[in-house]
């Protein structure tokens, strides 16, 4: 088949016309500016470590493995987590209580309250982040799947850890933040309707994040998975299977909440378990960009 050749005046006009419309370097659009992303994670240590043969070190390297930034730190023991600090190279917040916060990145400034029973903040690119420890005692899910406790005697015996939890954002403030950590409390995202055949046939508004909801925060795992029966998320416990004779109720316990500002949860995954974890609990990862 022979060329078609176009006559020099319509070549002409095409080439005109090319040339008209095709945007000059000066004048294109420059492509859209990649997303940053924070990895933050919230990590209960099983008392700093101790429970397990070379604990620190197993931690620090399941903190490496996971790609965090930003490691919320639970159940502390002495300088455990200065003791993970150092293994990672990270910097610390060094408060030598239960709660502490490690990052690979540097510290634009910390706080700490004894709110909340006590938390430590530290501003990291420009966010706030949080690591909270609440009280422990009279678990809630041992009232409604040990005890068969009415809902009054649920919520009252939950009050302290509300209280906490109420705490918590009132020192946070407005400012955007993200509060890590273990809230020895199921959530009310996951205690519903749709999943009462694995909560011990029971729907409860757990107050405790209750009071995040309220505040204006999402939870980021149940944000990213919200199917709650299909994707439970559970991270009590990997470890704890029955107590007393009696089957251990496992829930979803550790949490990472945030509001405000340019963050968005892009991803949130539990990681653990197996027989070389050094905790009891499971720990929560969750990807922001901003």
Not at 30 to 45: D, G, I, W
Not at 132 to 143: I, Q, R
Request: a negative charge; proline letters at 6%; charged letters at 20%.
């Amino acid at each position: 088949m022979a060329k078609i050749s176009y006559p020099r005046a319509a070549a002409a006009a095409a080439v005109l016309v090319l040339t008209v419309t095709m945007p000059s370097a000066a004048s294109a659009t420059p492509p859209a500016a990649r997303a940053q992303t924070l990895k933050v994670m919230t990590f209960n240590t099983w008392h700093g470590g101790s429970r397990v043969t070379d604990g620190v070190s197993k931690i620090a390297q399941e903190i490496s493995k996971s790609g965090a930034d930003v490691v919320a730190l639970q159940e502390n023991n002495g300088d455990s987590a200065q003791a993970i600090a150092d293994r990672l190279g990270w910097y610390n917040t060094r408060t030598a209580t239960h709660v502490d916060i490690v990052s690979r990145f540097p510290f634009e400034k910390t706080d700490r309250t004894g709110t909340g029973n006590g938390v430590i903040a530290a501003r990291i690119k420009g966010f706030w982040i949080y690591s909270v420890h609440f009280d422990y005692t009279k678990y809630g899910p041992y009232n409604a799947c040990w005890d068969n406790d009415s809902y009054p005697t649920i919520y009252a015996d939950e009050a302290d850890r509300a209280k906490q939890a109420k705490e918590v954002v009132n020192w946070a403030g407005a400012s955007p933040a993200v509060v890590a950590g273990d809230f020895n409390s199921p959530s009310h995202l996951d205690w519903t309707a749709d999943t009462k055949s694995a909560h011990c046939d029971s729907v409860v508004e757990w107050p405790t994040t209750k009071a995040f909801w309220d505040g204006g925060y999402w939870d980021s795992y149940r944000e990213v998975n919200p199917d709650e029966a299909k994707l439970p998320g559970n991270t009590w416990s990997p470890v704890v299977k029955s107590t007393d004779g009696r089957p251990e109720p496992q829930d979803r316990i550790d949490f990472i909440q945030y509001k405000g500002g340019t963050l968005d949860a892009v991803a949130s995954t539990v990681i653990g378990g197996g027989a070389n974890w050094p905790s009891d609990h499971l720990a929560v990862l969750t990807t922001f960009t901003y």
